[in-house]
């Protein structure tokens, strides 16, 4: 059975899809860019501010799940710029401190030309 994970605490989906998915003891996150949940505006600043908003807004889809940080068990990451490989990994380090497994990837361009963009997939209950 598929339940769909839904939390007002991080950015709505802006297309047709969910925030996550519990399937089989797992979430599978969608994607999280650097949206300001409360004003649906972009965080603006650097790799470090936007990672860092990336990042709560994951933590929240992980709490609404039932699981946290600790249990997630894949990570992809996507950056606009690889040069910001270094900066975005000062900030994930300090989420996921589990040390997931990760695929971290450099893209031609990203939702509303944002900077990064993490999604997960966790153990759930």
Known sequence: MLKKVETAKAPAAIGPYSQGIIAGGFLFASGQIPIIPETGEIAQGD?????????????????????????????????ADMADFAAFNSVYEKYFTGKPARSCVAVKELPKNVLCEVEVIAAAE
């Open 47 to 79: 790799i470090h501010v936007q990672a860092e908003q990336v990042m709560k807004n994951v933590g929240e889809i992980l709490k609404e799940a039932g699981t946290d940080y600790e249990k997630v068990v894949k990570t992809t990451c996507f950056l």
